[in-house]
Nanobody
Framework: EVQLQASGGGLVQAGGSLRLSCAASGFTSDNYAIGWFRQAPGKGREGVACIDYRHSTLYSTYYEDSVKGRFTVSSDNAKNMYYLQMNTLEPEDTAVYYC?????????????????????WGQGTQVTVSS
């Protein structure tokens, strides 16, 4: 089981930026996926961005349409740290953000960037964007 801890949320004005961090540990495979998800009040959890790693090397990324061009994922694999840089934030981005991991190959990332494909979850971090 991969342990994850997300941090970096906060309150920001529309147009501002935040960087979320996810510390991960406990990997037993070098093929895995990292997912960033969010859940707004009264809504289901949705995939924001997912990254497929093969032999610990970034293989592919997926961004949900509403965040393309605004959010960017990155990582420091040596430290097992994963990041979600969020720019030009909008009030609609307000949600609890989660990082998740699954030690599987994700051949169709755009389809598999969904909560039910991920086994391991960190606690969420609140992001609030004021208008």
């Amino acid at each position: 089981e991969v342990q994850l801890q997300a941090s970096g949320g906060g309150l920001v004005q529309a147009g501002g930026s935040l960087r979320l961090s996810c510390a991960a540990s406990g990997f037993t495979s070098d093929n895995y996926a990292i997912g960033w998800f969010r859940q707004a009040p009264g809504k289901g959890r949705e995939g924001v961005a997912c990254i497929d790693y093969r032999h610990s090397t970034l293989y592919s990324t997926y961004y949900e349409d509403s965040v393309k061009g605004r959010f960017t994922v990155s990582s420091d694999n040596a430290k097992n740290m994963y990041y979600l840089q969020m720019n030009t934030l909008e009030p609609e981005d307000t949600a609890v953000y989660y990082c998740a991991a699954d030690e599987s190959v994700f051949p169709k990332l755009q389809i598999m960037c969904r909560p039910d494909f991920f086994d391991d979850w960190g606690q969420g971090t609140q992001v609030t964007v004021s208008s």
